[in-house]
């Protein structure tokens, strides 16, 4: 079984961030108030080949939160864990705190 995945060309590899469900005191929150689609990127592609053969590289690096849309991307498992690969073009933008 495969241990990394190295996406191809301008492919982004993330991992969703899971919302809490409760708060430190223990109420428990609805499922709509903790909806933000976003995501770690645990891996990125070298990037796109443009007409003339030149690497367009890919905005994002590993490490980055991104917000993701709500549908799209493909689902990957791998070690018992979830991730999805999107095209760098579909990726909303960057998160920061």
């Known amino acids: 079984m495969a241990r990394r995945l190295i996406p191809t060309l301008n492919r982004v590899l993330v991992e969703k961030i899971l919302p809490p469900s409760k708060t430190t005191a223990g109420i428990l929150l609805p499922e709509k108030s903790t909806k933000l689609n976003s995501g770690r990127v645990v891996a990125v592609g070298p990037g796109a080949i443009d007409n003339e053969g030149k690497t367009i590289p890919v905005p994002f690096k590993e490490g980055d939160t991104v917000l993701l849309p709500e549908f799209g991307g493909t689902q990957v498992k791998l070690a018992e864990k979830e991730f999805h690969l ?9 998160l920061h705190e």
């Open 86 to 94: 999107y095209r760098d073009e579909d990726i909303l933008g960057t």
